[in-house]
């Protein structure tokens, strides 16, 4: 083929990828092609002369013993050191010949797969080129706009050169997409499929989509003064975020939340309504637990293996709960510990009980 080199640098740079890996894919579908016309069990070899600026195709045939029976089998595979000699003087039993062959020979059939082959090729080289960009991107906030909503409910998004999807069960609670509205999610992960091909897998409902909205809305986690330790979610109802600050300067809540809640409305809303709440983190699991049960005001946490034993007045008691469980089961989400409450008032009858003697029959009849 001429000028095979100019054809390889348009490709390369008409569809953004490396010269190189055009260069071997192209490579591929000359082998391929000289395969598939003239024997799949041939051995090809495909070199661009860069002077030529031409692809040059060559059948390799391995040089054997003159009472090699192979060379008589099959003489398409096989030559005798006898005959290569008369080829090359200095071969040796073990050694390839390399015979040119032209494509262009095989007429019709063979230029219309070489096309084929090229275009599949290429292909290839564009998915997986896609694939790595948003392999890379996992984890991340994407957007674009929704294109359909199909009959199982799924939210189709158009993302630049590749579409994405927000399957029904990752879509908060509540939310209504339709076409034209501009949709924001994590990326979860990229799907190569056979029928749809590369598409991104995107949720609504991960932490680490409240996460990543909260960088976006908080320079201080962006810049590294504050770092988000653990997050809790009921996606669109309510989630807890325990953060630290880096600096004596900066309070983490605080800045969290934001001049008059301004910040952590705006993830709020983009999470169609979930409440937040920002706590400061500690190491120390007492202190962590009680924290995270806020607003609830607790007088003692006593750690026992796995279990957080909370002590608290008898009007705390709802607000640790919270409406639903919702409040407890956060807490629990978010510090890893199974949290049993106790009321004051119940844990002080149970230490006098404990350190009580207790009277038997038999004490009784002594005297």
Same mark, same amino acid.
């Given at each position: 083929?001429?000028?095979?080199?100019?054809?390889?640098?348009?490709?390369?740079?008409?569809?953004?990828? =490396?010269?190189?890996?055009?260069?071997?894919?192209?490579?591929?579908?000359?082998?391929?092609?000289?395969?598939?016309?003239?024997?799949?069990?041939?051995?090809?070899?495909?070199?661009?002369?860069?002077?030529?600026?031409?692809?040059?195709?060559?059948?390799?045939?391995?040089?054997?013993?003159?009472? =090699?029976?192979?060379?008589?089998?099959?003489?398409?595979?096989?030559?005798?050191?006898?005959?290569?000699?008369?080829?090359?003087? =200095?071969?040796?039993?073990?050694? /390839?010949?390399?015979?040119?062959?032209?494509?262009?020979?095989?007429?019709?059939?063979?230029?219309?797969?070489?096309?084929?082959?090229?275009?599949?090729?290429?292909?290839?080289?564009?998915?997986?080129?896609?694939?790595?960009?948003?392999?890379?991107?996992?984890?991340?906030?994407?957007?674009?706009?929704?294109?359909?909503?199909?009959?199982?409910?799924?939210?189709?998004?158009?993302?630049?050169?590749?579409?994405?999807?927000?399957?029904?069960?990752?879509?908060?609670?509540? /939310?209504?997409?339709?076409?034209?509205?501009?949709?924001?999610?994590?990326?979860?992960?990229?799907?190569?499929?056979?029928?749809?091909?590369?598409?991104?897998?995107?949720?609504?409902?991960?932490?680490?989509?409240?996460?990543?909205?909260?960088?976006?809305?908080?320079?201080?986690?962006?810049?590294?003064?504050?770092?988000?330790? %653990?997050?809790?979610?009921?996606?669109?109802?309510?989630?807890?975020?325990?953060?630290?600050?880096?600096?004596?300067?900066?309070?983490?809540?605080?800045?969290?939340?934001?001049?008059?809640?301004?910040?952590?409305?705006?993830?709020?809303? /983009?999470?169609?309504?979930?409440?937040?709440?920002?706590?400061?983190?500690?190491?120390?699991?007492?202190?962590?637990?009680?924290?995270?049960?806020?607003?609830?005001?607790?007088?003692?946490?006593?750690?026992?293996?796995?279990?957080?034993?909370?002590?608290?007045?008898?009007?705390?008691?709802?607000?640790?709960?919270?409406?639903?469980?919702?409040?407890?089961?956060?807490?629990?989400?978010?510090?890893?510990?199974?949290?049993?409450?106790?009321?004051?008032?119940?844990?002080?009858?149970?230490?006098?009980?404990?350190?009580?003697? %207790?009277?038997?029959?038999?004490?009784?009849?002594? =005297?």
């Amino acid at each position: 083929m001429e000028k095979i080199v100019d054809i390889i640098d348009s490709i390369a740079h008409e569809k953004g990828l =490396d010269v190189a890996a055009v260069t071997e894919a192209i490579k591929r579908a000359f082998i391929n092609t000289a395969k598939k016309v003239i024997g799949e069990d041939l051995e090809f070899e495909a070199e661009i002369d860069p002077k030529s600026k031409k692809m040059q195709l060559f059948q390799k045939i391995m040089v054997v013993a003159d009472d =090699d029976e192979r060379a008589k089998e099959d003489p398409e595979r096989y030559v005798t050191i006898s005959e290569a000699k008369e080829i090359d003087p =200095d071969v040796e039993i073990g050694d /390839e010949l390399r015979f040119p062959i032209e494509l262009e020979k095989y007429g019709r059939t063979a230029a219309m797969r070489l096309h084929n082959e090229i275009e599949y090729h290429i292909q290839r080289l564009l998915e997986d080129q896609l694939f790595q960009k948003y392999k890379n991107r996992v984890g991340t906030i994407i957007s674009g706009p929704v294109t359909r909503v199909d009959e199982e409910e799924n939210t189709w998004v158009e993302i630049d050169e590749v579409k994405g999807v927000l399957p029904r069960r990752y879509r908060i609670k509540g /939310e209504v997409f339709k076409p034209g509205d501009t949709l924001r999610a994590i990326l979860r992960r990229v799907v190569v499929d056979k029928v749809y091909g590369i598409y991104l897998e995107l949720s609504r409902t991960t932490p680490k989509f409240l996460e990543e909205l909260l960088k976006l809305e908080v320079p201080e986690i962006k810049d590294g003064l504050i770092t988000i330790e %653990k997050v809790a979610r009921i996606p669109g109802e309510r989630a807890k975020v325990a953060v630290t600050s880096h600096s004596p300067k900066i309070d983490p809540v605080g800045a969290c939340v934001g001049v008059k809640g301004v910040r952590i409305n705006a993830v709020s809303k /983009e999470l169609n309504g979930e409440n937040i709440d920002c706590i400061e983190y500690s190491p120390i699991p007492e202190i962590f637990v009680a924290r995270s049960l806020s607003p609830a005001i607790i007088t003692s946490v006593k750690i026992e293996g796995e279990k957080a034993i909370v002590t608290l007045p008898p009007d705390q008691k709802s607000k640790a709960i919270g409406k639903s469980g919702i409040n407890i089961r956060l807490a629990s989400m978010l510090t890893g510990y199974e949290i049993e409450l106790v009321e004051k008032g119940a844990a002080v009858e149970e230490q006098k009980e404990e350190e009580e003697p %207790k009277i038997t029959l038999q004490d009784l009849f002594k =005297d």
